[in-house]
């Protein structure tokens, strides 16, 4: 009886503002990245992706995942022409495939659908072997490669990506770059997965390390 009364007392305001439990409790990652940093590459595959994996369908619930693929000593200019043109940290290979990344973005907005392409297009040789190698459907495929090498990519990494970065941060010395709920905390970037789980998930999902070794 005593935990039924507490019960409600917890969930009430949430009935009364019509707001789930869910929904307030929902960690927001914000993740800057470039396509041929080798930190950013490892960060995808042993950190970002094994946690996506790990959390599967309740990833939507609780966590939400925004990737910018835009790092440092990057920038996009645009003429009085609207051509833009981009220079980034590991070069053209390097533009291309952030490009082809934004693009993918663009046409699958909710992470669920994008994150996937996302992380396999990381790290590749260049834009062909990614495409080759991840993006399966073969109009998809070609529509991103045409995006991708074309001035509609270049122009969502200014608007979509570079401007979001100038916005939420004064200077990106490092990436990759993690936000969670607005704030960057280093420690998030060398184990994500018990960082959010030991700071931010509450209650504490089952899927989470047993450990606690962030208090
Ligand atoms: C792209 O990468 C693939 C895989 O490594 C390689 O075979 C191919 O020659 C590269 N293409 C260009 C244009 O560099």
Request: proline residues 4%; charged residues 25%.
């Amino acid at each position: 009886m005593i935990v039924g009364a507490v019960f409600l007392i917890v969930l009430l305001p949430d009935f009364v503002n019509g707001r789930s439990v869910v929904e307030d409790s929902q960690v927001k990652l914000v993740i800057f990245g470039e396509g041929r940093c080798r930190d950013t590459t490892y960060f995808f595959k042993w950190h970002l992706m094994p946690m996506f994996h790990l959390f599967g369908i309740n990833s939507g619930g609780r966590l939400s995942i925004e990737y910018h693929p835009f790092g440092v000593k990057s920038s996009c200019v645009e003429n009085s022409k609207g051509e833009v043109s981009c220079l980034c940290h590991h070069g053209e290979r390097e533009c291309l495939l952030n490009s082809l990344q934004a693009c993918v973005i663009e046409t699958l907005p909710n992470f669920l659908d994008y994150l996937e392409h996302v992380a396999c297009i990381q790290g590749r040789e260049n834009i062909t072997d990614a495409a080759d190698s991840c993006l399966h459907d073969p109009i998809f495929k070609q529509k991103m490669l045409e995006c991708g090498n074309s001035n509609r990519g270049r122009k969502l990494m200014l608007e979509k990506h570079q401007k979001v970065q100038e916005k939420l941060v004064d200077f990106v010395d490092w990436v990759p770059w993690i936000s969670i709920n607005g704030e960057r905390d280093k420690n998030a970037e060398d184990d994500l997965w018990q960082f959010i789980c030991d700071r931010y998930l509450k209650p504490r999902p089952e899927e989470c390390p047993k450990r606690i070794c962030f208090t």
